[in-house]
């Protein structure tokens, strides 16, 4: 009962705050999506200093006062991108939109890749506006159906979902992934998926990212080797006029066999994220606990307790 309070509490939450920035001009809603996730980085301060934690240890020569200035602006960046989710079903489609508000770059990758006639995995991550596949991808003709984690609160997951959705995306629920993305390759749909949080095996290897250890699925890697789909690299930054660049690259083939090829091609997808990441710094997910490879069976167990308590 406690939780369905909460729940709800927080459904009403967003669903008010919603109501508000969309009533609200573009600019002045991200704007304020931006102060907002300022306001979160003192609200909740062990997310910010593990924001700070992480960043430090991607770029240990950085200074402590720069560490904390990336953090603050990555708040105001996460707070921007949350206001852009919540209005995302206000972009109009046919309309000058698209070009209004997107620059694209690369997309005959993605074309180059659907032409093989095997299916196309889009490999992205949680940089810049990650949601790009709602409104831009789908103007562009293209069918993407994002990967996505159930979230805790259900109410808000479907409201969340609803807006995915909007024109025409299908979520697909990580947790029974392998079958439903097989689905929507049938279908000629182009699963997307993020490759660069935190997931605990099995189903998972340690990579590097930023040169740190952490746990990364391999679902994408073992789906494109055992079936040979292409794999395109998306990403999209947001500029500093509060336009977006989206750019696709060259389609991967993963070649191999065994687990060697697996690890080592799972490293490959994960060193392509992290070149997209270092174009902007502020614009990744540094308040995630990314790097959660134990050393030793007391770090394992505290591991599997932070994992139930999240």
Known sequence: MTHSIKFFFEYLV???LAGLLRRLSRPTALRVGGHLGLLAAWLLPKRRRLAEENLRRAFPELS???IAWLALRNFWH?????????????????SDDLQRYFEVAGIEHLQQAQ???RGVIMLSGHFGFWEMGSFPLHELGFQVDPVAKPMKNPLVGRYIKQLRETYGAIEID???????????LRQGRIPAILLDQHISP????????????????TAITNLAMKYRIPVVPVFCQRLPDERYKI???????LEGEGEQAVNENTQRLTEIIEQAVRRDITQWFWMHKRWRV???QAEKNQLKKDETSE
């Open 14 to 16: 967003i669903r008010s």
């Open 64 to 66: 402590d006062q720069r």
């Open 78 to 94: 996460v707070g921007v991108s949350g206001a852009e989710i919540l209005r995302i079903d206000m972009f109009r489609p046919g």
């Open 115 to 117: 032409d093989l006639g």
């Open 174 to 184: 990580s947790r029974k992934g392998a079958r439903r993305v097989l689905n929507a």
């Open 202 to 217: 099995p189903g998972s290897i340690p990579t590097r990212f930023f040169g740190q250890p952490g746990y990364t699925t």
């Open 247 to 253: 750019w696709a690259e060259p389609m991967l083939l």
């Open 294 to 296: 134990p050393e030793n």
